[in-house]
């Protein structure tokens, strides 16, 4: 479990893959949580990918992403929530001013595996382009505001 808050930043920067994952291998869990006005990460160029739970290099564990009371999560490139037959995501993004900018590509919930997102209580989510349950094994994969 990693946590972001105090207003920390975190930046993920490359010229091919800036990738952030959370519960990739098989078995694994794994939770990112962003809390707190001014705390965010990021990741920026080349394709600039957030996989949680699950990868395309993987079939796939547990992650979850929690933005929490005004925190921010940011990609120039593209977040998949749950990918892989054996994949469970969550996105969650809660309170006011919490925020997650998918600015490059797209936002996936659930491509073959389990993938929910929720945003509650004055939660962003702003993405140029949604799928939800983008695959036949993605049955029980939601998207709530």
């Not at 952030?20 to 920026?44: A, C, K, R, W």
């Not at 977040?79 to 969550?90: F, L």
């Not at 797209?106 to 004055?122: R, S």
């Amino acid at each position: 479990m990693v946590t972001v808050s105090d207003q920390a930043v975190a930046t993920f920067t490359s010229t091919s893959d800036g990738v952030i994952t959370v519960g990739d291998d098989p078995q694994s869990e794994g939770v990112l949580t962003i809390t707190g006005e001014g705390s965010l990460v990021q990741s920026t160029g080349g394709t600039a990918q957030w996989w949680i739970g699950g990868s395309s290099n993987d079939s796939g564990g547990t992650g979850t992403l929690n933005i929490l009371d005004g925190g921010q999560a940011t990609t120039t490139g593209r977040a998949v929530i749950s990918y892989g037959t054996n994949a469970h995501g969550s996105l969650i993004i809660d309170g006011a001013g919490s925020q997650f900018d998918v600015n490059g590509d797209y936002l996936l919930v659930g491509f073959n595996g389990v993938g929910n997102a929720q945003v509650t209580d004055g939660g962003i989510l702003n993405v140029n382009r949604m799928f939800v349950a983008d695959a036949a094994g993605s049955a029980g994969s939601q998207l709530d505001i």
